[in-house]
């Protein structure tokens, strides 16, 4: 007799934050983003010239869609029957979209894999929200369990080592061992950060990616790394997590650093912070310094973030969220991409 793989639910639903898919589709994102945030629309209009130098659209629904499509994949090659949906937050399709078309098809429970590694509100507990808003607008809604963050999944962080891996394969080995390795994540504000453990979370990933590469490196990597962060928001006399990727660049400068790593950890996919932030501002910053600039890609749609989000859907227990996990912060708004 042929054992059949475990599956407990009726359907996998994978969440992510969204992003516009062409010009037109640009404001109407960032007002989405920002609601109820009193952001000027002048600001709105500045972070639409990122967007614009990009097609006017943003990579991340494009990589969220080639996810689903290779899990699906993965399932069927496994021998599991589990259809895939996709839900955004912040562009369609939206996730009530998600859960109605669930309903239409007969799903009376599915799983849900949020693209986010590490708890914070934005990235754990705002997802929670979303799924019970869109349940609400959909009769008899499907039943939807999230799954915890995955930081320390062994999958995600061979992902993450492979890809620095490939971007300091064609560095000599003097170059390596005076390289800097600056990893960096979206910032947050400091209220929302001490309601959770995203920080500690992001550098016990670190850890392992530095323990990992050390001799590839050239050796004693830990003392040439550093967490760093991107993409703030908000108004300046409110406290986000730091330093910055640019200062930390100027400070390594200043300091005779002629080569540095950047690790995007904190991102599962391309999006145009990572792409805007990184390879344009930091990248310049550091030519401005006399720096070279390496810029790892991020784990998008490696073979083990495949098999990961496979093992997650499909495991007879889930690891879920605990109770009132990431809190939003004390008088903090979420803090959200693409407004930097």
């Not at 007799?1 to 994102?29: N, R, W």
């Not at 850890?207 to 993409?231: C, I």
């Amino acid at each position: 007799m042929t054992h059949m793989p475990f599956v407990k639910y009726g359907a996998l639903l994978i969440l992510s934050f969204g992003g516009p898919e062409g010009p037109d589709e640009v404001m109407p994102f960032l007002r989405r983003v920002t609601e109820g945030r009193g952001v000027p629309e002048a600001r709105l209009l500045e972070v639409a010239e990122h967007y614009a130098h990009f097609g006017g659209k943003s990579p991340l629904p494009r990589d969220v869609r080639a996810l689903a499509d290779a899990v699906r994949k993965d399932l069927s090659d496994h021998g599991i029957a589990l259809p895939v949906y996709v839900g955004f937050r912040n562009s369609s399709p939206f996730v009530h979209d998600a859960i109605a078309e669930m309903k239409r098809d007969g799903v009376e429970r599915a799983v849900a894999f949020a693209t986010s590694a590490f708890s914070s509100y934005s990235g754990c507990r705002q997802y929670l929200e979303d799924i019970e808003k869109a349940r609400a607008k959909v009769e008899a809604a499907p039943v939807v369990d999230k799954i915890r963050p995955f930081y320390e999944n062994p999958r995600f962080v061979e992902a993450v080592i492979d890809r620095v891996r490939a971007a300091i394969s064609q560095q000599s080995r003097d170059e390596l061992a005076k390289a800097s390795f600056l990893f960096t994540a979206h910032s947050i504000p400091d209220s929302m950060a001490a309601g959770c453990s995203y920080e500690s979370e992001l550098r016990t990933t670190m850890g392992r990616v530095v323990a990992a590469l050390s001799e590839q490196a050239g050796g004693n990597l830990a003392d040439r790394s550093a967490l760093v962060f991107q993409s703030r928001s908000g108004p300046p006399q409110v406290p986000w997590l730091g330093p910055d990727i640019c200062d930390a660049i100027d400070d390594l400068a200043s300091r005779g650093t002629t080569h540095v790593v950047a690790v995007p950890i904190g991102f599962v996919s391309d999006h145009v912070e990572v792409l805007h932030d990184l390879d344009v501002e930091a990248a310049e910053r550091a030519r401005a310094r006399g720096v070279t600039f390496v810029r790892a890609q991020t784990v998008g749609i490696h073979p083990a973030i495949v098999a990961m989000v496979r093992e997650l859907a499909t495991a007879p227990t889930q690891a879920a969220c605990a109770p009132g996990c990431c809190p939003r912060g004390a008088s903090q708004r979420p803090a959200s991409a693409g407004v930097r």
